[in-house]
């Protein structure tokens, strides 16, 4: 029985992962920064699929907390789960910055950089120990590391770096039959970036028009890919680049 741990599951692609994962038959452990309210309810959803769920709080840009999560998340795995390790993780967490190249900040960039790339570095170094052989790490980057847009150089070069480190994860982890892969979504109607493709009529229509399956993606769309990547049936997939957009900007 597969256990997975998600970072930033209460919301977006995180909970439309948890949940089909849960439909997947796996029992997950969802990660929350401040909206416990959110996270609980998840977990119920979770739970009403027959799945065991749990969530812990994490700030994936907070380095220095990840020991201390790396202790709740054994005793949860130990108390809850009757388990001393999880097989599969999935590092989502993050925030999206929409800041012309010019206008951006040290400040911003720092912000993206520890979020998006030194968090999950280090979280998923931290949580060696309890992650099984011939389990998976799946790292989210961005359909914006292929394709420009303005006002996103920040947050695609952060994503550009989640590329290149999932590929150093799954050769140096293969060792241990762990195989490391990134999703890179495309434009999905979620509340992602001030939920700008949800909510902009002018901003999703320019994006279905350019997207060969002709509409913007949804977030369940993503969680089946999530289920897919993070189980046995994709095994021989490993250090690659999966792109979930529809075709946009092919």
Not at 13 to 42: F, P, Q, R
Not at 80 to 103: C, K, M, R
Not at 174 to 190: D, H, M, Q, S, Y
Request: glycine share 12%; proline share 2%.
């Amino acid at each position: 029985m597969a256990i997975t741990l998600i970072t930033g599951g209460s919301r977006g692609l995180g909970k439309a992962g948890a949940l089909a994962l849960a439909k997947a038959g796996h029992d997950v452990i969802i990660t929350y920064n401040s909206n416990v309210e959110a996270a609980n309810s998840v977990v119920s959803q979770i739970r009403q699929l027959g799945r065991k769920g749990w969530a812990l709080q994490l700030d994936t840009s907070d380095i220095g907390s990840f020991s201390t999560f790396y202790d709740a998340l054994k005793k949860v795995l130990n108390e809850e789960f009757s388990s001393d390790t999880f097989h599969y993780l999935l590092n989502n967490a993050g925030v999206g910055t929409h800041t012309p190249f010019a206008q951006t900040t040290p400040q911003e960039l720092d912000m993206l950089l520890n979020m998006h790339v030194k968090g999950p570095y280090f979280l998923t170094q931290q949580l060696l120990g309890l992650l099984e052989d011939g389990g998976a790490v799946l790292n989210v980057s961005s359909g914006l590391t292929r394709f420009c847009l303005p006002g996103y150089s920040a947050y695609a070069m952060a994503k550009g770096a989640v590329e290149v480190m999932s590929r150093y994860q799954a050769y140096e982890l293969g060792v241990r039959k762990i195989r490391v892969n990134t999703l890179a979504p495309g434009a999905i109607e979620t509340d992602f970036g001030e939920g700008l493709v949800r909510d902009n009529a002018a901003v999703n229509s320019a994006i279905t028009e350019r997207t060969a399956l002709g509409r913007v993606g949804l977030p369940d769309d993503i969680g089946d890919v999530i289920a897919l990547l993070l189980s046995d049936k994709s095994y021989w997939i490993n250090g690659q680049r999966i792109e979930a957009s529809g075709g946009m900007n092919l």
